[in-house]
């Protein structure tokens, strides 16, 4: 009887001792770049610049400074969030990016990236949210002319909040 009454004892402190415990596995995040930032076609006037501000909201540009706005494609950026339904994320921008005129050594700085949600930001009950991003782009005086395109990317941090 003392065998019994022992096993049923610690077989009653594993339960209680592991009973308390939980683990919680979510999905994994997924994300995928639905479209890129296209700021158009700008030129700096002689001796001056300026910048083109992208909207996360739409696509539309303000441009400030001494820049000739020449049209082209302009759109935010896209990214499609997927993970665990109706969870919220937390989404981080780099302060800055780099975009390069092919393999030269010219380059323009994006900064002030902005998204169209503010953190933490709800996925919907089928786990995913699209975030919008806009961004500056800073011409330079007498920059040089051509197609200026990211070096890789720029990484976009999200987590579970």
Do not use: C
Request: charged fraction near 15%.
């Amino acid at each position: 009887m003392n065998a019994v009454l022992s096993r049923l004892l610690a077989a009653a402190i594993l339960v209680t001792l592991f009973h308390g415990q939980s683990a919680l596995a979510q999905a994994p995040l997924v994300l995928e770049w639905r479209t890129k930032m296209k700021f158009g076609k700008v030129a700096p006037e002689t001796g001056a610049g300026g910048t083109v501000v992208l909207s996360p909201n739409a696509n539309t540009t303000t441009i400030t400074g001494s820049l000739t706005d020449f049209g082209g494609t302009i759109r935010r950026g896209k990214l499609k969030i997927t993970g665990e339904p109706k969870t919220f994320v937390i989404v981080t921008a780099p302060s800055s990016f780099t975009l390069r005129k092919g393999s030269s050594s010219h380059t323009m700085t994006v900064t002030n990236i902005t998204m169209n949600f503010t953190n933490p930001i709800k996925l919907n009950k089928n786990g995913i949210k699209n975030v919008q991003f806009g961004a500056t782009l800073t011409v330079a005086p007498n920059q040089r002319k051509g197609s200026y395109n990211d070096e890789g990317g720029f990484i976009i941090d999200v987590v579970y909040q």
